[in-house]
């Protein structure tokens, strides 16, 4: 440290009295287990919650948790200018609603910290940034630089021109030497002016570093030779200066974060190791990809309505459907796993982040559905109305009211061949439930003639509707109700067995299956539904004779 140094120091930042040493003792080392891993969600608050941060943050919870570790909200928020008022309580709402617990972070009311290494905003951290770049100053790290945008694109252009990778650095850095009156002046004459690291590496002769990411394995890189911005003009550090002092302080020890951030890690490790800190390590997870026109490509937020995880609120996925699709995603034995444990919660997953590949998971929405058809027909009749009834109250005002008012109806609707060995799987999620059980829950239910299979005689199934009308009652057991169903087909020469008819088909005009199927189109205007007995009982016999009439009288 030479005593300029300690000079520019003060001059830059006068009002910084504490020294690094004070946040190293404040945050004391966390008292965990060795293989307890600590790692963090760190959003920029740009207010919603991309698929891709989703994924991240489900890598961070299942890592720390299935090493009984530590995962936190950290919410970075130094790029003031993308700002979204509220986005920070955005994402906890989303994390909570899409079941990612957070541990510490800006949990409570009005963001007050939960946990003892915050805050965990980081715009409030600025003299925590100020104090290590007062520090690296002090030891001749970094320095003040003072030029303007205008000079910085010269710089840039006269890069370009030469073919060089454009940046400060080399004989470009003018400001790198400036001594103590120069630095004086400047800042006498008011100019605004940015802390840069003074970066060890060199352009023309460039060594190698070696890094193990967690999962993509071994890297080399060549090292930085830039002299990055790690404080701005405005006091408060771009993401990387921020990023090594916080995941330092906070005590993390993996770091899972976007690919993006690979091409600027040496840069990241050169900040570290000149803050005298050991780096944490790393995982670099692929990006979510789609294909379109097949091609693949990045989920945009822009063009994806599915990269907005409100998406799939709105769509009424359940939860639990979306965090095992990105498990997934995250590792490919998630689904042989899920066929051995049918009734275990995700969560008890033994996720692995070494078993996430480095190439991009492709999001398929068939995949996702069948996945949200399965978890719909593990849950009970009551979860399910819970559920339907918790979407329709944001999402559909008239059928939370149907639904509240109508409870036990619902209930049934909801419970119709639900307890078997093999439950129906035809809700994918709750979005589609009114229409999918419309003919149950609509007044104004309707039955064309055109829907009725045209190879039945008009006056076929008009007999077989009156003969309905009166025979229905609502005692009857299945059993019952089902031989007075083959009864009545047999009056108007329909097989009173399916075999029967097979053997024979040419001696009549169907089968008892196909009497069913004519009642079920009058009753439901559908081909295919759930069980017609179950849905007669539901519906009762004065609405069944109503609807019957209804269907008559256009016959
Ligand atoms: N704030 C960064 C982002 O939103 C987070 C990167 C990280 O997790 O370190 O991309």
Redesign the pocket.
């Given at each position: 440290m030479t005593d300029q140094n300690k000079l520019i120091a003060e001059l830059l930042f006068p009002d910084i009295n504490k020294t690094p040493d004070y946040y190293e003792n404040f945050y004391k080392q966390r008292n965990l287990p060795e293989s307890a891993e600590v790692t963090r969600f760190?959003?920029?608050p740009t207010g919603y919650l991309h698929i891709g941060?989703f994924f991240?943050s489900m890598i961070g919870r299942r890592t720390a948790s299935n090493s009984n570790g530590v995962f936190f909200l950290r919410i970075?928020d130094t790029d003031q200018k993308r700002e979204i008022k509220g986005a920070a309580k955005i994402v906890i709402e989303m994390l909570n609603t899409f079941g990612v617990s957070l541990d510490e972070g800006p949990l409570n009311v009005n963001q007050q910290d939960v946990g003892v290494y915050g805050p965990y905003i980081q715009s409030k951290r600025k003299e925590i940034y100020q104090t290590y770049a007062k520090w690296l100053v002090t030891k001749d790290k970094a320095y003040p630089c003072f030029c303007t945008a205008e000079q910085l694109e010269q710089t840039r252009e006269k890069q370009r021109v030469y073919k060089k990778p454009t940046g400060y650095y080399g004989e470009n850095a003018v400001c790198r030497n400036l001594g103590y009156k120069d630095v004086k002046e400047k800042i006498d004459a008011g100019i605004p002016f940015v802390i840069r690291l003074k970066s060890n590496g060199c352009f023309e002769n460039l060594k190698k570093i070696t890094v193990v990411d967690e999962v993509r394995g071994e890297r080399i890189f060549p090292e930085n030779f830039i002299d990055a911005v790690i404080l701005k003009s405005n006091g408060l550090p771009p993401?990387n200066l921020a990023?090594a002092v916080d995941d330092h302080l906070m005590r993390t020890t993996l770091?899972i974060?976007?690919e993006e951030?690979i091409a600027s890690l040496a840069e990241h490790l050169e900040i570290f190791s000149a803050l005298g800190f050991t780096a944490p390590r790393y995982a670099h997870l692929p990006v979510i990809q789609k294909i379109e026109d097949g091609k693949k490509r990045k989920i945009s937020k822009r063009k994806d309505p599915e990269a907005d995880m409100r998406y799939y609120l709105a769509q009424g996925f359940p939860i639990s459907a979306i965090a095992e699709y990105i498990l997934t995603l995250a590792n490919s034995n998630y689904e042989l796993w899920r066929e051995k444990n049918p009734t275990l919660s995700y969560n008890k997953f033994p996720f692995s982040i070494k078993k996430v590949t480095s190439s991009s998971p492709l999001f398929d929405f068939a995949k996702l559905n069948d996945i949200s058809k399965n978890v719909i027909s593990r849950m009970t009749t009551e979860e399910i109305y819970t559920a339907v009834l918790e979407w329709a109250k944001t999402n559909d005002e008239t059928f939370y009211k149907l639904l509240t008012c109508k409870k036990q109806f619902a209930l049934g609707v909801f419970n119709m061949e639900r307890n078997l060995a093999n439950p129906r799987k035809d809700i994918i999620r709750w979005g589609m439930v009114k229409d999918f059980y419309s003919y149950m829950f609509s007044r104004a239910f309707k039955v064309k003639v055109s829907d009725f299979a045209t190879c039945y005689k008009p006056e076929d199934i008009k007999g077989i509707l009156v003969a309905y009308a009166t025979l229905y009652n609502e005692e009857d057991d299945k059993q019952v109700w089902f031989n007075k169903i083959r009864d009545l087909g047999s009056t108007f020469n329909f097989a009173r067995e399916v075999k029967e008819y097979k053997k024979a088909p040419e001696n009549f005009k169907g089968h008892c299956g196909d009497v069913s199927g004519i009642i079920r189109v009058a009753i439901t205007g559908r081909q295919n539904t759930p069980d017609l007995y179950e849905i007669c009982k539901l519906l009762g016999s004065k609405e069944i004779a109503k609807r019957l009439d209804k269907v008559l009288k256009q016959i």
């Amino acid at each position: 440290m030479t005593d300029q140094n300690k000079l520019i120091a003060e001059l830059l930042f006068p009002d910084i009295n504490k020294t690094p040493d004070y946040y190293e003792n404040f945050y004391k080392q966390r008292n965990l287990p060795e293989s307890a891993e600590v790692t963090r969600f760190a959003p920029s608050p740009t207010g919603y919650l991309h698929i891709g941060s989703f994924f991240t943050s489900m890598i961070g919870r299942r890592t720390a948790s299935n090493s009984n570790g530590v995962f936190f909200l950290r919410i970075e928020d130094t790029d003031q200018k993308r700002e979204i008022k509220g986005a920070a309580k955005i994402v906890i709402e989303m994390l909570n609603t899409f079941g990612v617990s957070l541990d510490e972070g800006p949990l409570n009311v009005n963001q007050q910290d939960v946990g003892v290494y915050g805050p965990y905003i980081q715009s409030k951290r600025k003299e925590i940034y100020q104090t290590y770049a007062k520090w690296l100053v002090t030891k001749d790290k970094a320095y003040p630089c003072f030029c303007t945008a205008e000079q910085l694109e010269q710089t840039r252009e006269k890069q370009r021109v030469y073919k060089k990778p454009t940046g400060y650095y080399g004989e470009n850095a003018v400001c790198r030497n400036l001594g103590y009156k120069d630095v004086k002046e400047k800042i006498d004459a008011g100019i605004p002016f940015v802390i840069r690291l003074k970066s060890n590496g060199c352009f023309e002769n460039l060594k190698k570093i070696t890094v193990v990411d967690e999962v993509r394995g071994e890297r080399i890189f060549p090292e930085n030779f830039i002299d990055a911005v790690i404080l701005k003009s405005n006091g408060l550090p771009p993401y990387n200066l921020a990023h090594a002092v916080d995941d330092h302080l906070m005590r993390t020890t993996l770091v899972i974060r976007g690919e993006e951030w690979i091409a600027s890690l040496a840069e990241h490790l050169e900040i570290f190791s000149a803050l005298g800190f050991t780096a944490p390590r790393y995982a670099h997870l692929p990006v979510i990809q789609k294909i379109e026109d097949g091609k693949k490509r990045k989920i945009s937020k822009r063009k994806d309505p599915e990269a907005d995880m409100r998406y799939y609120l709105a769509q009424g996925f359940p939860i639990s459907a979306i965090a095992e699709y990105i498990l997934t995603l995250a590792n490919s034995n998630y689904e042989l796993w899920r066929e051995k444990n049918p009734t275990l919660s995700y969560n008890k997953f033994p996720f692995s982040i070494k078993k996430v590949t480095s190439s991009s998971p492709l999001f398929d929405f068939a995949k996702l559905n069948d996945i949200s058809k399965n978890v719909i027909s593990r849950m009970t009749t009551e979860e399910i109305y819970t559920a339907v009834l918790e979407w329709a109250k944001t999402n559909d005002e008239t059928f939370y009211k149907l639904l509240t008012c109508k409870k036990q109806f619902a209930l049934g609707v909801f419970n119709m061949e639900r307890n078997l060995a093999n439950p129906r799987k035809d809700i994918i999620r709750w979005g589609m439930v009114k229409d999918f059980y419309s003919y149950m829950f609509s007044r104004a239910f309707k039955v064309k003639v055109s829907d009725f299979a045209t190879c039945y005689k008009p006056e076929d199934i008009k007999g077989i509707l009156v003969a309905y009308a009166t025979l229905y009652n609502e005692e009857d057991d299945k059993q019952v109700w089902f031989n007075k169903i083959r009864d009545l087909g047999s009056t108007f020469n329909f097989a009173r067995e399916v075999k029967e008819y097979k053997k024979a088909p040419e001696n009549f005009k169907g089968h008892c299956g196909d009497v069913s199927g004519i009642i079920r189109v009058a009753i439901t205007g559908r081909q295919n539904t759930p069980d017609l007995y179950e849905i007669c009982k539901l519906l009762g016999s004065k609405e069944i004779a109503k609807r019957l009439d209804k269907v008559l009288k256009q016959i």
